[in-house]
């Protein structure tokens, strides 16, 4: 079965980095996009970006552009997400989701969320 | 603020039919782009509940439906039952942005 499997909790101080990871498993990882998404403490889902397995190509969110980064290693199945100049408003709950393209824009399966905390 | 609009809540009585609207604009639901739609419980990560507007993905009940016309979508779910009690989210493409966007999320109280 399809799964995907994100880093632990992670609390950061302002102006620090976050990387936190996605590691899939029970498809072919280069045959699908990745996106993430976050969600802020009792607010709305915002997307971030997408980053495709198959050959790191990116779309990222005009309002994180310069700040968010997004890898994959197709060795390990695995995506990450690096989020630069932490601000106390990027504490949220991280998701990664998996994209089937052949369905559209959206996201068929989700990871189970790693909340990043930024806090002096 | 949300590209689409979504009422903040509504609810119903088990049993019931209820229905949530998400408005958009000429760069995203308007410009012909899909809608889909998300069910988030409390303390999980979402859900695909609705995809390509009206379609659900298998082990979704059929009493789940999507619609879209114009510049709005809209999901009902039928016979309300207290495991609907969630957010609901609707997401598509904009142009405009050259990116996904998200309703602001509607909670739905089963009372």
């Known amino acids: 079965q399809v799964q995907l499997v994100q880093s632990g909790a992670e609390v950061k101080k302002p102006g620090a980095s976050v990387k936190v990871s996605c590691k899939a498993s029970?498809?072919?990882?280069?045959?699908?996009?990745i996106s993430w998404v976050r969600q802020a403490p009792g607010q709305g889902l915002e997307w971030m970006g997408w980053?495709?397995?198959?050959?790191?190509?990116?779309n990222y969110a005009q309002k994180l552009q310069g700040r968010v980064t997004m890898t994959t290693d197709t060795s390990t199945s695995t995506a990450y997400m690096e989020l630069r100049s932490l601000r106390s408003d990027d504490t949220a709950v991280y998701y990664c989701?998996?994209?089937?393209?052949?369905?559209?824009?959206?996201?068929?399966?989700w990871g189970q969320g790693t909340l990043v905390t930024v806090s002096s | 603020q949300s590209v689409l609009t979504q009422p903040p809540s509504v609810s119903g009585a088990p049993g019931q039919r209820v229905t949530i609207s998400c408005t958009g604009t000429?760069?995203?639901?308007?410009?012909?782009?899909?809608v889909h739609w998300y069910q988030q419980l409390p303390g999980t990560a979402p859900k695909l509940l609705i995809y390509?507007?009206?379609n659900r993905p298998s082990g979704v009940p059929d009493r789940f439906s999507g619609s879209k016309s114009g510049t709005s979508a809209s999901l009902a779910i039928t016979g309300l039952q207290a495991e609907d009690e969630a957010d609901y989210y609707c997401q598509s493409y904009d142009s405009s942005l050259s990116g996904w966007v998200f309703g602001g999320g509607t909670k739905l109280t089963v009372l």
């Open positions: 390509g507007n009206s």
């Open positions: 000429s760069s995203n639901i308007g410009a012909g782009y899909d």
């Open positions: 029970g498809y072919t990882f280069p045959t699908y996009d």
């Open positions: 989701a998996r994209n089937p393209a052949a369905l559209g824009y959206l996201s068929d399966y």
């Open positions: 980053i495709s397995a198959y050959n790191g190509n990116t």
